[in-house]
C-alpha cells in the first residue's frame, strides 16, 4: 500500500492540481456574483483543554508523578501584506500545565494554564479580498516539556529566541505568498504550504532544542523538552472555508491546520512525547472567548460521578455508582 501510494504520488498531485483548478475555479466566479453574508469581527480560541497520559516518566514508587509545560508561541501575520506579521511568546505558558501526571491519568488543564483568546479577528469575505484585504494566518508553535530543574529563565530566553525567529520565517515565507492563487488553486498550492509550514517549524525548533540542551547540561535534572506542534487557522468567511481547506490537506504529522471552524470547535489530538514520556493533548480551535465547554454528557473518563464532585462508592453487587 505504502509502495503504491509513493509510485502515485505524481500523478495523484497533477490530478488534484487539475480537479481543484476547474471546480473551485468556477464556484469562485460564481462567489463572486453571489451577496457576501454576515461580516463578522470575532474573538476565537485556543483550547489546550484536556491532557491524556499515555506514558508518564516519574512514575517511580518514590516519585511524584509528572510536571507538564505547553510552551507556547503566537504568532498572526496575513499572506501577501507586508508588515503584517506579529509574533509573541506567551511567558504564563512556563507555568505548569498539569501536575501529578501517572500512567492512564486523565486531567483538565485549567482555562488559565492552556486557553488562548485572539481578539479581532475578521472573517474576510470574497468582498472583501476583491477590496485587497487579506485574512489572517492565526497560529502556535506548542512545544511540550516535563519540568523538573532548568531555570525557568533560561528556558524563556531560549523560546524569545525562537520567536525572534519564528517572526523573521514568518516575514520570509507567509508575507510574501499570494493568496489569490491559493483560492484560486488550492490543491497546487498545498504543497508550498506544507513545505512553508515545515520550514517555519525547522527554523524555530531545533534551534530552540539546541539552545535549551547547551543551557542544560550543568544542571542536574534539566527539563525534559518532548515533541512540538504547529497550528495555524486562516481567518475566512463561511463560504470560502472550502476553497481554503484543501490547500491544509497534505500537512505532515504535528501540523494542523484550515480555515477556523464555524458552529462547532475542532477537535485536535496533540502528540508530545519523547523521554520515555507520551501525553495526549486534546485540543479544541473554537469562536468565542470561553474556551471548550465539555457537555454534561460527556462520557466519565476515570471518575464515574464527573461532572459532579461526589465521591463515587462500590455498591453490594461490585459496581461503582454516584451517591
Ligand atoms: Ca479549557
Ligand atoms: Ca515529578
Ligand atoms: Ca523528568
Ligand atoms: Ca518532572
Redesign the pocket.
Known sequence: MTSTAATTTETGQRNRRWVGRTPAGIALVMLMVATACAPAVTTRYFDYHRVRVIDA??NGFFEDG??MILATISFRTKPGIAGSTQVWFNNGSLDKAATSLEDGDVKTIPNSKGLYVFDDVKAVTLADIQAGERPELIGHIVIGI???HTPRDLVKDALEDARDQLRTELVNIIEPLDLLELLNDPAALSDELAAAAMRVEDAAVPDLLRKIEIFISSFG?P??ILSSNLLFFVAVDRSLAPFVEPAFANLPPTMYGGAFPFDEPRKIDLTFEDHETEYVVETYIGDGDQGFSPPTTQPPIDDPCFPSTNQPFISEDGIIQCP
Open positions: 516518566q516519574e509528572d510536571e516535563e519540568n523538573d535534572n527539563d525534559d
